[in-house]
Each structure stands twice: as structure tokens, then as C-alpha cells.
């Protein structure tokens, strides 16, 4: 089949169950793979701080700083209630299932609902910021944004089916080329910086009038902003399996490297930005300000926007990998369509892969490929799945008295008390600006989960064998639809009668004229079956015959009706269409009708 | 249903058979029935002649007067060679009729072609004439042309659906309106013109300057393009029937009346155009520049512009009638797909009057909802049926001598040479503008109808008895596809018994674990029928059954194999998202497979 050979091509040759492996990382390696989403953060969050304060005017950006200072000691207290988390779920803990285990089903659920939004946001935001490094540098690109946007996400989505994996190799490089890139740029930023080399330059950079107050709201929309940075942070303590022995040892290690690392480079990022006041533009980024400050129109410059590019790509993929998998749980435990918890040709997930990957292209098309424009909707989700996957922590605790557990109790009740304050803050000072939208997606998912898990235990149940004393006596009418006597009609004929004894035909009248000549036909070729004429005052081939149907169907309960309907088949399919589709007609109108089966039979022309 | 409810009340209740009734029509109704088509035409044909003439600036355009006298002969011609058309065929001459019985079905189907391109060409040129005599008289609405053409089209499509009929009431006060206005305005303007009252006005015109030289080949481009004045002078000999005793004689007397009206108020507006130097301009047609000139903008200007207007939408419709009528013919022939054959709830060809609304609100919006864009692609159609037709009587008389034969055949003779000629000098002339498009379109039409007509012999031939003696006997095996055991299976199962006695149960086996429990099960509920299982290593539920059912397929050609797909339908639409659609993707698998019957067994969840 056509269909089948194009899938191939594009999707690849299937794949045994049995070739599913696992690959198991190195401190390095896990470090590049779990880390791209958190690091990656660094190249949009100062931007968003400084987009909300320059509102209040160039003077305002100064705030910069503090605000800078505050996500970065948020950060230590996330990174430090997860390393936690580690110890407790060795296996794994991402906040679905840590939440569905201390809290129970219904905050599990809330945290999955905020979950899916935010794999979703992740990658939609990383697209946009990947193609704003990429504009920033190559400015001739910037209208071509949203297609560029949405072609990469395609080719990720196409990537991802075919079954690309969380590869070490695959992220080690960009990772830490992104890491070095940058940690270059803040260094020989400082140097400058501390030789006082740039002083002309601050001068000539443009001054920006007040458009609102400078309010402790506006403050707080700033630093609700900046924590953005703190995404993908969680990713360590859910892929704890995919270390080398010992696992929770060494996923703690590597997340203590990441919480260093984000702190050192988005600080960087943060203070240079300052320092050079750095005002938000709409067709460069605040890294490409900086490199281009730093280091003039060189080829490091173009190699820092290149890394930066392929650090948030590879953000991208990273929900590709964790959004299918959560769909997965959900599909198992019954709140989602069953079609998420089997795997593709390729051992993907591929309806999860295939949801995400549409839901992102259309959420770039939606904002019009603004990084800006989908930052409010961002954080919630995460700050929410924070807070919930930290008070299940401080419940476990309370509940198991494992060893520390006093000490670890505090870190995590201070973790879930900090979170949940942020999501309080971003809730508010974001919620005109887009924020209501996971407001009110977070419960309707939530309910829609419940309703998929309700009409699961609804069906198990009602086709349950416990007590069940097997089906009643069946009674079985078999009816042949003859429209005209030929081969086709005659092969329908002695099919049916292969199926029970006695079968009827059923002719519906539009012409008597025609009746005559069809009924002597029928004693030469009828087999002996009776021929029921129904007559059709309307022209209608269908009401006559439906309430014929209805009457047999009256007969009883276990009364079934098989409906037989000669169908014959042209060579070539265009010529379907000069046939009256009288049979798709009956199928349509009898489709899921009780006790009514209907059945083609095909006859081949050749 | 739904759908239903909204087809009942957009295109009405059925009609019962029974009321199809006739209608028969006095002269004066008979020649609004069956003049507006070609009477309209006189609103845009002088227009065209000056279009093309201007193009050799305005010194050219007093060629009008020479063509407009030829166009006049041209009608006279025509209408008597049509005079002897309705003498042979009192129950109606038709082109494609009349030119199949004479001259063989070959040149039948070029004039069934020809005729077909016409009347979606009627549809679309009268609209957008229509819609220019609208705006010329409101200009504000200029710009919204195309949308108002296409509203126009989909409120006559939908008039047709609910079976407007060819009513005389409904004819009559336009046609004699757009007479009664345009006569009133020739006469006033003939009077004007005696006593000399407008030379003022004549001087103010603008000069054109020339943008071709004055060629032969150019004024014979001019006189192709009034042609479009003879467009629908055929309708009243394919009417005949619809006249009231004796039929043949009023046919002909009212054809006379149309050929005389006709010429007058073409004759008329062409001589009053060339009075006043009038000039074609994009958003004013001739017509309203005429009535402006003669009446100013007074209250008769606007009823003027409103009777035009109308007497184009009514010969719209009129194609409307012809079109669907010659597609029944076609369809009874076999050179069309039976669907244009039956005739609908309302007991009009519904298939035909969707068709042509379609592709002429299509053709109005590719030509922006212009009448001069269509003009070159119109007459080609016309004057082809035309000369046909006229050959045909000419071998008609030739072969019959039938009372004044060598009479008529003379006067036929003239009309298919002169219609002949036009053919080639439209052809000749507008093929770059756009004629080459219906050249090109009339012989792929012609194939279409052969390839049908040969696909229908061939099925029949097929599906014939002759010589048939019955089916060879038949092999039978039922398999039920079985993914779990549950009520549902059990019920499909036991329907599949009262199918054969010997029935299987198939299993694809994606998880071994998962097989050992359902064995157990099916020792207790598959009621001893045997259970397959096949192995799949690639999770592909399908490939593994596909095999085993080619092995079936192979015991012979006679064997056939019934599969029963237990299908439980839950109580709501959307709940069918929530389970996999096995059914439906082994259905689209074995569509129309040869000896494979696919029967779903409903069970229904309340």
C-alpha cells in the first residue's frame, strides 16, 4: 500500500520489541543530557527581566540585580529540595508520580495537567528563543521567524518518530559548548568589566522614558519573569535510572554541578547585561547585545549565537522525550486515551510525540514566534509541579521517619513553602498578561482526566465476566439488499445463504414497472428465497427499508438482523464514482445500530 | 439525525413522486419562459464590441454600427434555420438530441460538451453582467463584485435545489419589464437623437488614444465578441413541450417574435452607444451610461439598471433548468455518472444544479467577477451546438424529403455554413484571450463521456446473466478477532456461531504473559471453538493476521472468509476517541479484498 511505503520513508522501517534498550550515562554525559533544558534557560530569563523593567524606564534596570540575586538563591533552594527527592525515589521521581504517591490521585493529577502544559510551553519557548539567536545574529531572517520556527520543531517532531534517543553523545557536545561559549563571554566580560575598558560605550546607549510607575507590582512581574531560568531543573531527579551505579549518588552530584553552573552563568549574564546597560530590542536578543559588545561582529560571536541556537533545539527535545512519557503513565493508569500507552513502529511514543510537536508549531504560529509573548503562560506549570512534587516530599517524610529525615523534612518544606509563594507571584502579576490560560487549562485538563478514567472503570465494568451467565439464545434474521438481478446480487445471494437457512430479499420499489420484470428474474435465480417489495412513495431507497428493519428488530431483544449487501468492486478506484453509493448510504445510517450487523460482500470486476 | 433536520430545512420535506406535474405555457408567457436568456444578452453584447474596438482608439469605434448590422443578419440567419428545427422535432430538439439522431453520437457528444462549458459560462457571465449593471448604478459597491456574484449564485443554486421550476408567472414580469425599459429607453433616445437635442454632451467625450492598429483580424475580434448576443436564441426549440396546443406552431411563431426583439434592442443600444461616443469603462457599463446620458440620474435611470439587473439573474436560472436536463440525458445514455439521472428529494436533478453553481461561482471568482474576462472563453460552446445542430438538420432533410425539404434544407444549410464560419472567426480570433481553454476543454469532455460509456458496457457485460450458470460452490470460514475477553467478544462470539458451525478465535499475541491468561479464559468462554494465536515481533497487530489470512486465501478461489470484529459502541460520539480503533484499521486493510467479508458485531454500553 501507497500509505504504508510513504510512513516508511519518512518514520523508517519498524522495529522489534525486543530492540528496545537502555543506555545507562557517566556523571559527564548525564550532566549534558539532563541539563540542556535548565541551562538553556539563561539565554531568554535576564532578557524577561529587563522587558518588564524597562517599562518603568532605562533608570529601572538597575533592579536587574536584586531581582537577579533572588531567582539565584530561589535557585539553591529548588536544586537542594530535590537533591532530596533523589534519595527518596531512586527509580525516578517525577512529580506525577511522587505526588500521586503522598498526596494521592487528584493533586497527582493537577501536577500532570501542569506538566503536559509546560512540556508543551517548554518547547515552543526554546523554539522561539533558538530562532531569536539565530535572527539576532542573521537579522535578514527575522520575518522568516515563525516559518523557521515551526519547521524545526517539525524536523524535531520527525526526528523524535523515528526514534532519536536521549543520547549522551548526541547533547554532550552542544552542552558543553554552550557552557564553554558562555562561560567565555562572562569571563573576558568581567576582565573588561574590571580594566574598566568599556566606559565610552555605556554612554552612547540609548535613554527609554517611563511608560508605567516603578510599583513593588511591577518588581514582582520582573522577578516572576526571571524564573523561567529555573525550568527544566526537575529533569536530574526523573531520569535517575539512566545513571551508572551508584545512581542516586551520582544524580545528586550532577544536579549540585547544574545548580552551580545555572547560578554562575545566568548571574554572568545578568550582572554584564547591567553593566553595559543593555536595553531589550525587538529584533536582537540580550546575549547577542552582549557578544556583540564583547567581542565585536567576530567569528566568536556568530559561534556564541550558534551555540546558543543548538542548546535550546536541544531544550526542545528534551520535552519530547518527557511529555510522550508522562502520556504514558496517564494512558496506563487511565486518564488518558489508551492509543498514548502503545508504542510505534519505532519503539516511540508517536501519538504523545505527534500531539506535542502540533500543539508547539501552533503555539508559535499563535504568538507570532515571540519568546515574550508566551513567557507569562510559562512558569506556573512548573512552579506548580515545584510545589506539589515538595510537599509530597514533607509529607513522605513525616510519614516514613527515614534516616535525616528531620533535616531533609526542613529542606523540603522550605523548598515547597518558596515555590509556592512563586507560583502565588507569578499567578498574580502575570495572569491579565496570559497566565489565566494555565489557570483555567490546568483544572479542565484535570477534569477531563477524571471523565477518560470514569468512562474506563464505566466500560470494564459493564463488560465484566464476573457473574456473568453468558449471552441469552440468539434469533437470527438474514436479509440480502437486491437493487437489480445480477452476478454480483447472485453471489451476495448464496454467501447469505452459507449464513443461515433462511434469508429474504428485500427490494425497495421505485418504479413498478421495473418490479414486474425484477420478480421474474427472482423465480429463476432467487434460490428459493422469498423477495420482500417495499414501496417508496419518496424515491427514498433508505426510509422504506429502515422501517421494515424496525419492525423485524421489534420482534425482540435477541432478535439480530444481518443486512447483506452486494457491493461489486471496479479495477480502479476512480470508477467508484460512477456507482451509486447505495451501500456506504445503509452502513452510514445504520452504523452502531443495535442487534443490526451489515455486511458487504464484494464482487471484483476485473 | 442532525444533517437531516438541516438538508429538510434548507432545501425542504421531500416530494412524492406523484407531484411531478407539467405546466403548459400561452405565447407571451412561453416567450419570457424562454427569451430572457437570449434577451439579456443585448445588456453586455454591445459593450464587448466597443471593448475590443477602442483598443484602435476612438476614432475606430464607428465600426460598431457595420458589426452590429452583421451581428443582425447573423440572428435572422439563425432563427430561421432554428424555425425549421422545431417543424422536425415537435417534442423538443436539443442540440445533443438532434445532432446523436443525425449525424452519429460522436458529434453528439462534441455538442453535449460544447453545451455543458455554455451553460456554466451562461451562469457566470449573466452574474457578473448583473452584478455590473448593480454597481454601475451604486458604485460603492464595485469592490464587493465578486462576493455579491457569488451570493447571487448560491441563492439561485439553493432556489433550484428546492425545485423552482420554469413558472411563467415568475418569468413574465421581468422579461416584459427589461423589454418594456429598454424599449422606452431606445425610442426616447431615438427621439432625442431626431430633433437633435444632445449634440452638446456628444462634444465632452474623452479621446482614447490607439493601442493597436485598425486590422481585419481586429474588427473580426470585435464581431466574434458580439456574438455573445445570439447566446440562448436556442432555447425555445429545446421548449417545445412546454407549449401549449398546437405546439410547433407557437414555438415558431414566438421564436420569430424573440429573433425581432431581439435585433431591435441590440440594433437600438448600438446605433444610441455610437450617438453618444460613448466610451466602455471599467465601472459603468454602456447600458447605464446610455440610460444616464438619455435620463439622468432619475428614478427610470435606477428602474432601468433594476430590470437589467433581473432579466440576467432569470437567465441564469434558465441554465440552471438545461443544464441538469442535459445531464439527465447524458447520465440515461451512459456517457455521465448515474448519480445525474435520479432525481432528488424535491424532484429535481440535484447532482447537475450543485455542479454548476459550483464551478460557476468558481469561475466568477477566478475571473474577479468579470464579464469581459468571460466573454472570450463564451460563444465558442454556442455556435459549435449551433452548427451541429443546423448539419444535422441539413443530412435530416437530405435524408427524409419530407414536405418543403429542399426549402428548409437550404435555409439550414446557410445557418450551419454562417454558424460554421463564426466557429472558426471566434476561434481564430479570441483562442489567446482564452478560447483555447474550452478547444482544449470540449475534447477532454468528449474522452470522459467515452470512458464512462465504456466502463458502464464492461460492468454490465460483467454483471450479465446471459449465459451465466450460477456460482461454482462455496467454502466458508468464520474467524472472530479476539484482543481480550469480555462481553463483548462473547457476544460477537456467539453470533459468529449462528454464522458456520466451525468457527476460530484469532489472537495476536503482542505480550506472552498476557496470552496465558486469555487461554485460560478461553477454555471456559470460547464455547469450543479453537483458538489461533499469532505471534507478532514488530507490535503490529495487523501484518501477523494479514498472514494468516492470505494462507486462508490461498485453499482456493472459492473459499471465502467471513471476519467478525467484536466493536462495542459506548453511549457518546467523542467516547470512541478513547478506545483504539482496531476495527476500523483491519476494515480499511481488507477494503473491497476479494473473498473477505468484514462484519462488525456492535455491543452496546449504556
Known amino acids: 500500500m501507497n500509505l504504508h511505503a510513504l510512513k516508511k520513508l519518512v518514520?523508517?522501517?519498524?522495529?522489534?520489541?525486543?530492540?528496545?534498550?537502555?543506555?545507562?550515562?557517566?556523571?559527564?554525559?548525564?550532566?549534558?543530557?539532563?541539563?540542556?533544558?535548565?541551562?538553556?534557560?539563561?539565554?531568554?530569563?535576564?532578557?524577561?527581566?529587563?522587558?518588564?523593567?524597562?517599562?518603568?524606564?532605562?533608570?529601572?534596570?538597575?533592579?536587574?540585580?536584586?531581582?537577579?540575586?533572588?531567582?539565584?538563591?530561589?535557585?539553591?533552594?529548588?536544586?537542594?529540595?530535590?537533591?532530596?527527592?533523589?534519595?527518596?525515589?531512586?527509580?525516578?521521581?517525577?512529580?506525577?508520580?511522587?505526588?500521586?504517591?503522598?498526596?494521592?490521585?487528584?493533586?497527582?493529577?493537577?501536577?500532570?495537567?501542569?506538566?503536559?502544559?509546560?512540556?508543551?510551553?517548554?518547547?515552543?519557548?526554546?523554539?522561539?528563543?533558538?530562532?531569536?539567536?539565530?535572527?539576532?545574529?542573521?537579522?535578514?531572517?527575522?520575518?522568516?521567524?515563525?516559518?523557521?520556527?515551526?519547521?524545526?520543531?517539525?524536523?524535531?517532531?520527525?526526528?523524535?518518530?523515528?526514534?532519536?534517543?536521549?543520547?549522551?553523545?548526541?547533547?554532550?557536545?552542544?552542552?558543553?559548548?554552550?557552557?564553554?561559549?558562555?562561560?567565555?563571554?562572562?569571563?573576558?566580560?568581567?576582565?573588561?568589566?574590571?580594566?574598566?575598558?568599556?566606559?565610552?560605550?555605556?554612554?552612547?546607549?540609548?535613554?527609554?522614558?517611563?511608560?508605567?510607575?516603578?510599583?513593588?507590582?511591577l518588581i514582582l512581574r520582573a522577578f516572576a519573569s526571571g524564573c523561567a531560568a529555573l525550568t527544566g531543573v526537575e529533569a536530574v531527579s526523573d531520569g535517575i535510572p539512566a545513571f551508572k551505579p551508584p545512581e542516586a549518588r551520582n544524580a545528586r552530584i550532577v544536579l549540585g554541578w547544574l545548580g552551580v553552573i545555572l547560578v554562575s552563568l545566568f548571574m554572568g549574564i545578568t550582572f554584564l547585561a547591567r553593566h553595559y546597560h543593555l536595553t531589550p530590542m525587538v529584533e536582537e536578543t540580550i546575549v547577542s547585545q552582549l557578544a556583540r559588545q564583547i567581542f565585536g561582529e567576530s567569528l566568536f560571536y556568530f559561534f556564541i549565537q550558534g551555540a546558543t541556537m543548538l542548546i535550546l533545539v536541544l531544550a526542545a527535545n528534551t520535552a519530547f522525550a518527557d511529555f510522550p512519557r508522562l502520556s504514558f503513565f496517564l494512558a496506563r493508569d487511565g486518564f488518558l486515551p489508551r492509543q498514548f500507552g502503545s508504542r510505534g513502529d519505532r519503539l516511540v511514543f508517536s501519538n504523545g510525540i505527534l500531539i506535542l510537536g502540533g500543539t508547539a508549531a501552533l503555539l508559535l504560529v499563535i504568538f507570532g514566534g515571540s519568546t515574550h509573548g508566551l513567557i507569562p503562560l510559562y512558569a506556573v506549570g512548573v512552579f506548580l509541579s515545584f510545589t506539589l512534587s515538595q510537599a509530597s516530599m514533607v509529607r513522605r517524610w513525616l510519614a516514613r521517619h527515614e534516616p535525616g529525615w528531620r533535616w531533609r523534612w526542613w529542606v523540603n518544606a522550605v523548598g515547597a513553602t518558596t515555590t509556592g509563594a512563586v507560583v502565588l507571584v507569578i499567578t498574580a502579576t502575570k495572569f491579565t498578561h496570559g497566565a489565566w490560560v494555565v489557570v483555567l487549562l490546568i483544572p479542565l485538563l484535570v477534569v477531563m482526566f477524571m471523565a477518560i478514567h470514569r468512562h474506563y472503570a464505566d466500560v470494564a465494568g459493564q463488560l465484566s465476566l464476573d457473574g456473568y451467565e453468558g449471552p441469552p439464545p440468539l434469533e437470527h434474521t438474514v436479509l440480502v439488499l437486491v437493487g437489480d438481478i445480477h452476478r454480483g446480487v447472485i453471489h451476495a445471494l448464496q454467501y447469505a445463504r452459507t449464513l443461515a437457512p433462511s434469508v429474504k430479499g428485500v427490494y425497495v420499489e421505485l418504479d413498478p414497472d421495473k418490479t414486474r420484470r425484477l420478480e421474474e428474474k427472482w423465480i429463476k435465480w432467487g434460490m428459493g428465497a422469498p423477495l420482500v417489495v417495499l414501496s417508496s412513495p419518496y424515491r427514498s431507497l433508505l426510509q422504506p427499508f429502515l422501517e421494515y428493519l424496525n419492525h423485524l428488530l421489534a420482534l425482540g431483544d435477541n432478535h439480530m438482523v444481518t443486512i447483506v449487501i452486494p457491493e461489486f468492486v471496479p479495477k480502479h478506484w476512480w470508477q467508484h464514482l460512477l456507482h451509486n453509493q447505495t451501500a456506504l448510504l445503509i452502513k452510514g445510517a445504520l452504523l452502531f445500530r443495535k442487534n443490526v450487523v451489515v455486511t458487504d460482500v464484494p464482487y471484483h470486476l476485473h
Open 11 to 217: 518514520v523508517g522501517s519498524p522495529l522489534a520489541t525486543a530492540q528496545a534498550r537502555h543506555e545507562r550515562l557517566s556523571k559527564t554525559a548525564a550532566l549534558a543530557v539532563f541539563s540542556s533544558d535548565a541551562l538553556s534557560s539563561v539565554a531568554y530569563a535576564t532578557e524577561e527581566i529587563l522587558l518588564i523593567l524597562v517599562l518603568a524606564g532605562s533608570a529601572a534596570l538597575y533592579l536587574s540585580i536584586p531581582i537577579g540575586v533572588a531567582i539565584a538563591i530561589l535557585i539553591a533552594v529548588v536544586v537542594s529540595s530535590y537533591r532530596q527527592t533523589i534519595l527518596a525515589y531512586p527509580q525516578g521521581g517525577g512529580s506525577y508520580i511522587v505526588t500521586k504517591d503522598n498526596l494521592g490521585t487528584l493533586p497527582g493529577l493537577i501536577s500532570a495537567g501542569a506538566l503536559l502544559i509546560d512540556y508543551v510551553l517548554t518547547v515552543a519557548v526554546s523554539m522561539a528563543a533558538g530562532v531569536a539567536a539565530l535572527t539576532s545574529a542573521v537579522p535578514a531572517l527575522f520575518d522568516y521567524r515563525v516559518a523557521i520556527g515551526v519547521g524545526f520543531v517539525a524536523a524535531i517532531t520527525l526526528a523524535n518518530l523515528r526514534g532519536l534517543r536521549e543520547s549522551g553523545k548526541l547533547f554532550a557536545l552542544p552542552t558543553y559548548l554552550f557552557v564553554g561559549a558562555a562561560g567565555i563571554l562572562i569571563l573576558y566580560g568581567l576582565v573588561r568589566w574590571a580594566l574598566a575598558w568599556d566606559v565610552a560605550a555605556q554612554a552612547t546607549r540609548p535613554f527609554t522614558p517611563a511608560a508605567q510607575d516603578l510599583t513593588i507590582f
